[in-house]
């Protein structure tokens, strides 16, 4: 069975820092892209930021480049967001999604996706 588990969101005051964690299991994860996503309330999901299977491109959305960064650890089959300079705007539920094909910015693309973790910024 397939998992991914997110970990690592909270409640932190902006200009705060949060480092999101992504677990899969029942996979080979390093042979997926992938992708982190948030939803806010009555708004869409969107696509925060996307690596390569071996982790050499990724992408970041115009809105979190230069505060938030992605990587992974194959050997522990893991996925990380690292989130400076946290604005109230980044208030969200934060997913992982893995996909077997190329890293793609839609959600649906994506064959794989975490429950989520909430991450609220107060101003």
């Known amino acids: 069975q397939v998992q991914l588990v997110e970990s690592g969101g909270g409640l932190v005051q902006a200009g705060g820092s949060l480092r999101l964690s992504c677990a899969a299991s029942g996979l080979t994860f390093s042979t997926y892209a992938v992708g982190w996503f948030r939803q806010a309330p009555g708004k869409e999901r969107e696509v925060v930021a996307t690596?390569?299977?071996?982790?050499?491109?990724?992408y970041y959305s115009d809105f979190v480049k230069g505060r938030f960064t992605i990587s992974r650890d194959a050997a522990r089959n893991m996925a990380f967001l690292q989130m400076n300079s946290l604005k109230p705007e980044d208030t969200a539920i934060y997913y992982c999604a893995a996909a077997s094909g190329s890293e793609s910015l839609k959600s649906y693309h994506y064959d794989y996706r975490g429950q989520g973790t909430q991450v609220t910024v107060s101003s």
């Open positions: 690596i390569t299977r071996i982790g050499i491109r990724t």
